[in-house]
């Protein structure tokens, strides 16, 4: 069992929970966590705030490098639905650290884009997509750059930052990306450096990149 003072407070849950629009962070599961009951007073929650590495020791995924105060915060915790709860305590080894964080990223960071559509209203982004948000993001962490690759092994990528957005087991992946930084060039938040395959962000592309960089890992 969590010992109780490493485990999250009430309030801690309420923020993981408002920070993914209580839905659940797995990327294949996204159900709604929170509803109406049949008494019109109440509401009904199916979500759960998971621990990303384990509040006691033999838990799953368990960092003993980690204080009390670094297992209760807010950064290791991930907002699931009660399925995909159970799921990543039951079997650790599927859900390693690493992927949990990408979960957490991409849900807070998709919550930002949907959020009303205000915080990108006025910068040609009111549509951003996550693969937008994404590059926007990747770029912001160095120097504002982006890249068109090719080989003719693998065909067209993006380099953002430093991140290769290909996965060699998902071909669409790749593409995804390539799209969406053509897209990114027009809508005006990124620039194409003299016909090369350089992109710089614009200095509307760096006013959403400001909103988006605090939700994406250093690289």
Known sequence: MPRREDD??????????DRVGHLCSNPDCRALT?????NPGKAVSVGVAGHITAAAPNGPRYN?????EQRRHANNGIWLCQTCGRHIDVDPDRYPVSLLEGWKRRAELETLCRLGKTALTGSGAANLTLEEAEILSLAALSDGD?????TDQTG????????DLYDDNEPGYAATYVEAL???????LMKR???GSLYELTGAGWKIARLLTPLMPSE
């Open 182 to 188: 053509d897209s990114l060039r027009w809508k005006g």
């Open 64 to 68: 003993p490098s980690l204080s009390a």
């Open 193 to 195: 450096h003299y016909g």
């Open 8 to 17: 999250f407070s009430e309030e801690t849950k309420r923020v993981l929970a």
């Open 156 to 163: 067209e990528w993006v380099r953002a930052g430093s991140k």
């Open 146 to 150: 982006a890249f068109m690759m090719r």
């Open 34 to 38: 929170k509803g109406p009951q049949l």
